[in-house]
T-cell receptor, first 112, second 114 residues
Framework: AQRVTQPEKLLSVFKGAPVELKCNYSYSGSPELFWYVQYSRQRLQLLLRHISRESIKGFTADLNKGETSFHLKKPFAQEEDSAMYYC??????????????FGKGTLLTVNP | NAGVTQTPKFQVLKTGQSMTLQCAQDMNHNSMYWYRQDPGMGLRLIYYSASEGTTDKGEVPNGYNVSRLNKREFSLRLESAAPSQTSVYFCASYPTGQGVYEQYFGPGTRLTVT
């Protein structure tokens, strides 16, 4: 069965410091990984996905199949980055449908 | 487009009471999902519906039932609420087809069972 592990429940950094949110996965198939973010009092929204290899709001994430990791990184954290971050693994559930398995989330606080 | 909407936003129930959480999406998505979000537990899938007329259990289905009323609407029912069902419930929808990948979430329903 698939599993997503986010080892840090809480992460606190100062503004301008680098930040790395860790994510490890376990899946026998070819993984498709995502980072979702939930800002205070807002709904969950997609931040980025591994296939696109893009940078969104200064965040990047690289899929490392050897280490089964998909860590989220930003070189200089901003106060507006404070939010709950979820790593998610997409798996095929029959037909053309998919399910997401989420990690437990990391609450990032960026202090002034 | 309103996206994914949920009603109610807040609800307090007594143990044993029943209620239905409503979810609707106007994006013509085939798949819809119900999650619960608990501190330290992340989001856990309760039930999902790959298409109109089909539903399947997720990770934590016990104590819940669902109905996919039509393509737009997917409701979650608690027949006899328990304090362990105190949580924030999120509905989500997902388009199907090549190149699609983002799940769209509703604003959530905060449920307290006393």
């Amino acid at each position: 069965a698939q599993r997503v592990t986010q080892p840090e429940k809480l992460l606190s950094v100062f503004k301008g410091a680098p930040v790395e949110l860790k994510c490890n996965y376990s899946y026998s198939g070819s993984p498709e990984l995502f980072w979702y973010v939930q800002y205070s009092r807002q709904r969950l929204q997609l931040l980025l996905r591994h296939i696109s290899r893009e940078s969104i709001k200064g965040f990047t994430a690289d899929l490392n199949k050897g280490e089964t990791s998909f860590h989220l990184k930003k070189p200089f954290a901003q106060e507006e980055d404070s939010a709950m971050y979820y790593c998610a693994l997409r798996t095929y559930s029959g037909g053309s449908n998919y399910k997401l398995t989420f990690g437990k989330g990391t609450l990032l606080t960026v202090n002034p | 487009n309103a996206g994914v909407t949920q009603t109610p936003k807040f609800q307090v129930l007594k143990t044993g009471q029943s209620m239905t959480l409503q979810c609707a999406q106007d994006m013509n998505h085939n798949s819809m999902y119900w999650y619960r979000q608990d501190p330290g537990m992340g989001l856990r899938l309760i039930y999902y519906s790959a298409s109109e007329g089909t539903t399947d259990k997720g990770e934590v289905p016990n104590g819940y039932n669902v109905s996919r009323l039509n393509k737009r609407e997917f409701s979650l029912r608690l027949e006899s609420a328990a304090p362990s069902q105190t949580s924030v419930y999120f509905c989500a929808s997902y388009p199907t087809g090549q190149g699609v990948y983002e799940q769209y979430f509703g604003p959530g329903t905060r449920l307290t069972v006393t």
